[in-house]
Every structure is written in structure tokens, then in C-alpha cells.
Nanobody, 127 residues
Framework: VQLQASGGGSVQAGDSLRLACTVS????????MGWFRQAPGKEREFVGA????????YYADSVKGRFTISRDNDQKRSYLLMNNLKPEDTADYFC?????????????????????WGQGTQVTVSS
């Protein structure tokens, strides 16, 4: 099972970026997908998640209304579209997969509930 995040870069505040997470090695549609980020000197934090079918999405309050998660089960990809980026969005972004319940508000945001992780892709937002 491999997850690979891509699409990071350096942008100006107000710009947009779309990250992609490509998955291989298992049936993609079996898993819920999550996105996390880790800013320099800080702990990794939950950004958002999407259910197996794509019908349900969840977001951290800090990104709600600006970020959108989607997925393409045929292409085995999840996407994180980030609009109106702010300097505080600067971080390494990670995608992750889980097969446990997604509707539990507490478990959804916990790193340990995700079984598979990709490497990070760096996003830098300048003011």
C-alpha cells in the first residue's frame, strides 16, 4: 500500500493550490481518506477527510469554506483544493487512509486512526 502526495509549492496569500494523493496497492474505494498538515515546530493536525464514496466530507474549522476535499475512485486519487491560502496554511501536507468509522468526530481527527500515510508535500504561503 502506497500513498503519494503531490502538488505542493510556494504561492502568495490569496492564491490557490490543488494537492493530489495517488494510491496504489489496494482497493482505493475501501478506505476513507484524510488530509493532515504539520507546520514547522508544531504537531500534525487534521485538515479534512472524505468518505469512501465521496458523499461525506469533514473539515477543520481553520480551513472550512476555503478547502475542498474530493476523490476519484476510478483514478485512485484524493484531492485537496486549497483556495484563498493564508501564510498560516504553510505546512507539510499529508494524505492518509483509514478503514475505521469516519462519522466519529473524535476518531476522525486522530492520526493513529489512519492506517496508511503518504510522504508530505510542502506548501509555503507568503504574505
Amino acid at each position: 500500500v502506497q500513498l503519494q502526495a503531490s502538488g505542493g509549492g510556494s504561492v502568495q496569500a490569496g492564491d490557490s493550490l490543488r494537492l493530489a494523493c495517488t494510491v496504489s496497492g489496494y482497493t482505493f474505494s475501501r478506505f476513507h481518506m484524510g488530509w493532515f498538515r504539520q507546520a514547522p515546530g508544531k504537531e500534525r493536525e487534521f485538515v479534512g477527510a472524505i468518505s469512501r464514496s465521496g458523499a461525506m466530507t469533514y473539515y477543520a474549522d481553520s480551513v472550512k469554506g476555503r478547502f475542498t476535499i474530493s476523490r476519484d475512485n476510478d483514478q485512485k486519487r484524493s484531492y485537496l483544493l486549497m483556495n484563498n491560502l493564508k501564510p498560516e496554511d504553510t505546512a507539510d501536507y499529508f494524505c492518509a487512509a483509514k478503514d475505521t468509522i469516519l462519522t466519529d468526530n473524535r476518531r476522525r481527527i486522530v492520526e493513529g486512526d489512519y492506517s496508511y500515510w503518504g510522504q508530505g508535500t510542502q506548501v509555503t504561503v507568503s504574505s
